[in-house]
């Protein structure tokens, strides 16, 4: 499985993004997918993720109301929409794939294939 995260950059506070994850054959029909961001200094953490078997949505707190996920129809790229954007939100930004039960979708330990990150900068 090879994920490829795209879509990164500077942007002003206020201002918008979509990232992009694409992945070949049926990679996100098969797992569970999620968005996860390490700021400098920081851990990795949870952003949103996206269910296989439906469009069920989650969020963490700090994003809801301005992050959106999504898929394409044929299942082969992965968006997360960003809107409203603060300089806390700066970091490196993950999809990531697993076989992760509802419980732990938040945990990054639960997925097992990883993108390569893209750097999402917020100026304010």
């Known amino acids: 499985v090879q994920l490829q995260a795209s879509g990164g950059g500077l942007v002003q506070a206020g201002g918008s993004l979509r990232l992009s994850c694409a992945a070949s054959?049926?990679?996100?029909?098969?797992?569970?997918m999620g968005w996860f961001r390490q700021a400098p200094g920081k851990e990795r953490e949870f952003v949103a993720a996206?269910?296989?078997?439906?469009?069920?949505?989650y969020y963490a707190d700090s994003v809801k109301g301005r992050f959106t996920v999504s898929r394409d129809n044929p299942r082969t790229t992965v968006y997360l929409q960003m809107n409203n954007l603060k300089p806390e939100d700066t970091a490196v930004y993950y999809c990531?794939?697993?076989?992760?039960?509802?419980?732990?979708?938040?945990?990054?330990?639960?997925?097992?294939?990883w993108g390569q990150g893209t750097l999402v900068t917020v100026s304010s």
């Open positions: 996206m269910r296989r078997t439906s469009n069920s949505e």
């Open positions: 054959g049926r990679t996100f029909s098969t797992y569970n």
């Open positions: 990531a794939v697993g076989n992760v039960i509802l419980s732990s979708m938040r945990d990054p330990g639960q997925y097992i294939y």
